[in-house]
Nanobody, 116 residues
């Protein structure tokens, strides 16, 4: 059974950094594309970043470019999201996800709160 678990969220001040982790079990990620999304209260889920397994450069949402970096460690079956220069508008629950076959797998999410 495939499971994704996010961690690393917390309460930080504007301008601080956080690194989120997404540990995948039940499936090796070496041949899977992994993405991060986020959802703030009362807002739609928003694309954050995507890391491709086949070497293509990552994609980022417009407001994340230059501040966020997605990476992976296949040996640890983990995908990371380094977030720098955090802003109050980055406050949200952050989710990682992967598509295997016809099924989208999602983690439970980790809360990131950025105070002004």
């Amino acid at each position: 059974q495939v499971q994704l678990v996010e961690s690393g969220g917390g309460l930080v001040a504007a301008g601080d950094s956080l690194r989120l982790s997404c540990v995948v079990s039940g499936r090796t990620i070496s041949a899977n594309t992994i993405a991060w999304f986020r959802q703030a209260p009362g807002k739609e889920r928003q694309f954050v970043a995507r890391n491709y397994w086949f070497g293509r450069s990552p994609d980022y949402g417009d407001s994340m470019k230059g501040r966020f970096t997605i990476s992976r460690d296949n040996a640890q079956n983990t995908v990371y999201l380094q977030m720098n220069d955090l802003k109050p508008e980055d406050t949200a629950v952050y989710y990682c996800t992967t598509l295997i076959g016809a099924i989208d797998y999602w983690g439970p999410g980790t809360q990131v709160t950025v105070s002004s």
